[in-house]
Nanobody, 119 residues
């Protein structure tokens, strides 16, 4: 069984920073793509950033230049450094990973962490 657990969300003022973390655990043989998604109230879940196993990242246009995604393959960790936060970044942020386990390949999600940007 594979679990993804996010941490690091919270309340921050506009212009502030937060760092999200995602820990993957379980019977993991390898992790291919890892990414962050977010869902604001009344909106569909959207991609924020993702990174494949060789480290190549891509970002949603709305966060380019402000957010940085990184991963530690040895520890099965994923991070999202969020700077210059805006009220429109307010959402529940979800960690996602394509994991190869003893069950084969599968798409896994964390439970989400709330990020609120407000003065």
């Amino acid at each position: 069984q594979v679990q993804l657990v996010e941490s690091g969300g919270g309340l921050v003022q506009p212009g502030g920073s937060l760092r999200l973390s995602c820990a993957a655990s379980g019977s993991i043989f390898g992790i291919k793509t890892m990414g962050w998604y977010r869902q604001a109230p009344g909106k569909e879940r959207e991609l924020v950033a993702r990174i494949i196993s060789d480290g190549s990242p891509n970002y949603a246009d709305s966060v380019k230049g402000r957010f940085t995604i990184s991963r530690n393959n040895a520890e099965n960790m994923l991070y999202l450094q969020m700077n210059s936060l805006k009220p429109e970044d307010t959402a529940v942020y979800y960690c996602n990973a394509w994991v190869v386990s003893f069950r084969g390949g599968g798409d896994y999600w964390g439970q989400g962490t709330q990020v609120t940007v407000s003065s």
